[in-house]
């Protein structure tokens, strides 16, 4: 499924809304809240992003901004697989949202191949 630009902006800001309800769940002591820090921060950091990547003013920049997304989106999702693996959270929880950064991931690598691509 191609996705164009609006389509990506809004899929990337509630994969940020769903990271913040997520680390509302998570245990108010030190793990929870160091771990929901760099998760928070990664995983709103994805749709902010993308949204300065759109407004590139060249290629390179596009590309760069890009790559930064694919970095945070791969982040989350390390952060995510602790929680389920620390058993932190039932990793139910955790499936969909796993599932929707890796797909955020994959979209963002294509697009960064395709802009490498394009003359």
């Given at each position: 499924m191609k996705m164009n630009r609006d389509e990506m902006k809004k899929r990337t800001k509630e994969?940020?809304?769903r990271v913040v309800r997520l680390c509302r769940k998570l245990p108010d002591n030190r793990e929870g809240r160091l771990i929901g820090n760099q998760i928070f921060r990664s995983g709103t950091s994805v749709g902010a992003n993308y949204r300065a990547a759109c407004r590139a003013r060249s290629k390179?920049?596009?590309i760069s901004k890009l790559a930064i997304v694919e970095e945070e989106a791969d982040e989350t999702l390390f952060?995510?697989?602790?929680?389920?693996?620390?058993?932190i959270l039932d990793k139910k929880l955790l499936h969909s949202l796993m599932q929707e950064s890796d797909e955020i991931i994959?979209?963002?690598v294509s697009s960064?191949?395709?802009?490498?691509?394009?003359k």
């Open positions: 994969f940020a809304k390179a920049e596009f952060w995510l697989e602790l929680i389920g693996e620390m058993e994959a979209i963002i960064i191949k395709t802009s490498r691509q394009a």
